[in-house]
């Protein structure tokens, strides 16, 4: 009996210990079997545009619960670069998405075809060749700013209308992180939907010469509402504008407008609305487009050139965060609808009017905007680099 009771322990045990190594085998075979992601980015999360990219990291886990895993590397400098991404890649990653202006990306993508590498266009050449695993893609900023434009110029026509403030008073801040298309497309493109409700708009940009330094841009900040602007936006990293906008609400009016971060429920007294790139419409087709086996351009919706793509509000690349009713002028949701819906229809002919724009690099260099300018016309790198004449002035840039 005792032999009997013996053999049926070492059955039992023997059963549990080959089920214990078939189910780890198993578990191990599909954690093995996920498609891993790599993000790499320049900055960490306490920069708006690195938070904003990170945040698809979150829709990918639940449009794929158990088929992928996510790395990241973040605080990625120019001398980094390789060496994360060859660490990212001995972990498995198949695709990369980087945030990040270091041009190595394209020339170490060269070394691996099998990983599929996207990176953000915004500080680098789009890639035109189809036939590459080196990808980039970016949004249609310059719509965002213009519909942000659009509710700063309607709450500056208010307050002209109401006599707090005389024409000549309808001055917008502007915070850029350095002079380049980017920047000067997107607030040319800013003003140029404040201007189409408040005729008598004129901006003043700042340039913090980085992509996200708190106190120079809170510094750079207070200058120019010292100097009277009313309305400070930015496409900076940092919340130094909307701390230094929230502080100055104290002693006078002020607003402030967001990009890439919603400030509306820290900064609810200054906040008017808040525009965002949303990075999942790309990231989540790009992703399919590996599992599937499929070139990423065939799979992600929008426009096309090559290996390079973008898209706007058509698409879902852009989305308003929030709109402070309690601040915008009465009628702002509606009319930013409605041009949102002209934007998607292709109605909306932004970067058109009678001014006259100056090459940012060269001043003989002129553009006639009567004669209206495509941006993102064949490539998802914004290349509108002209400062337009008596509307927009460029003031000192910090480090100078």
């Not at 690195?50 to 990918?60: A, E, G, R």
């Not at 660490?87 to 990983?115: D, H, M």
Request: charged share 20%; hydrophobic share 40%.
């Amino acid at each position: 009996m005792k032999r009997f009771y013996l053999t049926t322990i070492i059955i039992c045990l023997l059963t549990l210990a080959g089920a214990s190594f078939y189910y780890h085998f198993w578990d191990k075979k599909q954690e093995d079997a996920r498609l891993i992601v790599g993000f790499l980015s320049e900055n960490d999360e306490m920069t708006a545009n690195t938070f904003n990219f990170f945040l698809s990291q979150k829709t990918i886990e639940k449009e794929f619960p158990d088929q992928v895993l996510i790395l990241t590397k973040t605080n990625v400098q120019e001398d980094e670069t390789q060496e994360a991404l060859e660490e990212l890649i001995r972990n498995g990653c198949q695709i990369l998405f980087t945030n990040t202006r270091s041009e190595k990306v394209k020339a170490f993508a060269a070394s691996y075809p099998e990983v599929q590498f996207c990176q953000l266009s915004s500080g680098v050449a789009a890639e035109v060749k189809s036939d590459s695993n080196f990808h980039t893609f970016n949004a249609k900023n310059f719509q965002g700013h213009y519909v942000s434009g659009i509710a700063a110029g309607m709450k500056l026509q208010q307050m002209i209308d109401e006599g707090v403030i005389t024409p000549e008073q309808a001055m917008i801040g502007y915070i850029g992180s350095f002079p380049t298309a980017e920047t000067i497309s997107g607030f040319t493109a800013f003003l140029l939907g404040a201007r189409t409700v408040c005729p008598d708009a004129l901006m003043r940009v700042r340039y913090a010469n980085a992509l996200s330094n708190f106190i120079r841009e809170k510094n750079n900040t207070k200058e120019l509402l010292d100097e009277g602007c009313i309305i400070i936006a930015q496409n900076s990293g940092s919340t130094g504008p909307a701390a230094a906008c929230q502080e100055a609400s104290l002693n006078r009016t002020v607003y402030y407008i967001g990009f890439n971060e919603s400030m509306i429920n820290d900064t609810s007294t200054v906040s008017l609305i808040d525009v965002r790139n949303n990075w999942d419409p790309y990231m989540i087709n790009a992703i399919r487009a590996v599992i599937t086996e499929q070139p990423i351009e065939k799979v992600v919706s929008g426009e096309v050139h090559g290996n390079d793509i973008c898209a706007g509000f058509d698409q879902g690349w852009l989305e308003i965060l929030g709109l402070n009713e309690d601040l915008a002028a009465p009628g702002t949701a509606a009319r930013i609808r409605e041009v949102i819906d002209k934007i998607i229809k292709g109605k909306a002919d932004i970067f058109r009017g009678d001014y006259i724009g100056t090459d940012s690099n060269n001043m003989r260099i002129k553009i006639d905007l009567n004669d209206g300018f495509i941006e993102n016309s064949n490539t998802s790198k914004p290349t509108f680099h002209y400062i337009l004449k008596d509307v927009i002035t460029v003031e000192k840039t910090s480090g100078e």
